[in-house]
């Protein structure tokens, strides 16, 4: 029997030892903060950056919100990333992507404090990563290894196979299972006999942003699944990059699409902001 890992109900849990981080901050007589900076009209982004400032004020972190119009400068934009990087009350700064396309995302996010860069994308924090010394790691990956481990399931020398290599999921991912010593495999769009190496995966994250990619007859079974993809098919329903219908019974735990890693970045943000607030002390 395969048992759904609850997104919904571990980052809540998270969402509460946050609440009760800032707490105690708090009577200390240190405050939190995040800024979140959009650029643009772009209407999941809105829904994102709400979302983020709702989660703030139900934690009590303070949060500072920019909606800039799309005809902001780059001048404009780094400007106020600067004046943020200045900012005592601003422990955490996010600015939203992607950008609109005159902006230039590498030169925005290097402009970031690394000490307020709670998405974890400056170079600086990439390489603290990548080394195994970092105070931040990018949310999502970062909440993937809570889904896992929140559900006693051990990552130490087992084999896993992360399917896509972005900057923001893919590459982070592999360096978090490789630092709790499990044996890690790449996979994307060029790797041979794909489906071949995902059959050897005890951990399989799917991270390919193609709907129903992973079938059942790719992954082995009592495997545990995590799928990190968003997909919005024809009829407006959310679906994921596993094929959940088919391989959810031959798995020992798996997450949905929604309700798995979806609510799972928020929560880690929020950790990511207090640990940024903590580091300032
Ligand atoms: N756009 C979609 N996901 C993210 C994220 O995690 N961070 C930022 N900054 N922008 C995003």
Do not use: W
């Amino acid at each position: 029997m395969h048992q759904i890992i609850d997104g919904k109900k571990i980052s809540a849990k998270i969402k509460e030892e946050v609440k009760a981080e800032v707490a105690l901050l708090k009577e200390k007589g240190i405050s939190v903060g995040l800024a979140v900076v959009l650029v643009g009209e772009d209407p999941a982004s809105k829904v994102y950056v709400g979302n983020k400032k709702k989660a703030c004020e139900a934690l009590g972190i303070a949060s500072f919100e920019y909606l800039l119009p799309e005809s902001t400068s780059e001048d404009e934009l780094l400007a106020l990333v600067e004046k943020l990087n200045a900012d005592k009350a601003v422990d955490g700064i996010l600015v939203q992507l992607p950008l609109p396309s005159h902006l230039d995302e590498k030169k925005v996010i290097n402009a970031i404090s690394p000490d307020k860069d709670v998405d974890a994308f400056h170079p600086v924090n990439v390489g603290k990563i990548m080394i195994g010394n970092y105070t931040f790691a990018p949310c999502t990956p970062a909440g993937i290894i809570e889904l896992i481990e929140r559900s006693g399931i051990s990552i130490e020398g087992k084999s896993c196979v992360v399917i896509g290599r972005s900057n923001i999921v893919g590459k982070p991912m592999s360096m978090l299972l490789l630092h709790k010593n499990a044996t890690v495999t790449i996979c994307h769009s060029r790797t041979k006999d794909l489906s071949d190496v995902v059959r050897g995966a005890d951990i399989v994250v799917a991270a390919v942003g193609r709907a129903k990619f992973v079938t059942a007859d790719m992954v082995k079974d009592g495997a545990v699944v995590i799928d990190v993809g968003i997909n919005r098919m024809a009829d407006g329903k959310l679906c994921g990059d596993v094929d959940f219908e088919s391989v959810a019974p031959k798995c020992s735990y798996i997450t949905p699409v929604p309700g798995g890693v979806g609510p799972m970045t928020i929560a880690m943000l929020m950790k990511n902001t207090v640990a940024a607030a903590k580091n300032k002390i």
